[in-house]
């Protein structure tokens, strides 16, 4: 069966099914197990306002700032490869200072236009989580594998929008909170922070 994780998908499906200790070989909640993690993984940004995964922005038109810091939709840059400020291409380390950590972009000698749609960019940012050398922190990965394991285990465990079970004469109620606050705490150290 083809894969349908998404391409922001936080975890792998193997890496998932290890973490909630599944036999990998068996694929008949393959699907499923995708499924939550593209809405964990969706759901993940969403609370952080942009793309955790890497992605390359082509030719994105932004609003000028005025002042001098430039904040970039997506970050950590890994590569930026152009950018331009009403049709002038602008070059680092002349024009601005990159702090490509945090995707913000320092306007040297002068500030940024106030001009909607002035400032068009090419970039690539976000945290990569496959290669030799994944740069996606370790907490974040946890926290994708233990909310996918938990929504998982609670779709196994639960019928359809049922909040309370009684098994064995005790009664069980789930969690209805998106998130464990672990997870929020590991999430809104992701959050930009305005300088």
Known sequence: ???TLKANAIVTLDDA????????TKHEDDALIETII???SSAFDDEVGRQIISSVHTAESLDGPGGELLYLPAWPVTVLTSITESGVALVSGTNFTPYLDRGILAKISSTWTTLRNAIVITYTAGYTNTGS???L???MRRACLVEVARDFQRHRKSGWGETTRTIEGASITSDPNLFLPDTL???RR????LI
């Open 185 to 187: 705490q590991v999430l």
């Open 17 to 24: 099914k290890v973490y909630a200790n599944l036999d990998i």
């Open 133 to 135: 050398t994944p740069t």
């Open 1 to 3: 069966m083809p894969s």
């Open 190 to 193: 992701m959050k930009r922070v």
């Open 137 to 139: 922190p370790d907490r």
């Open 38 to 40: 593209n809405c964990v």
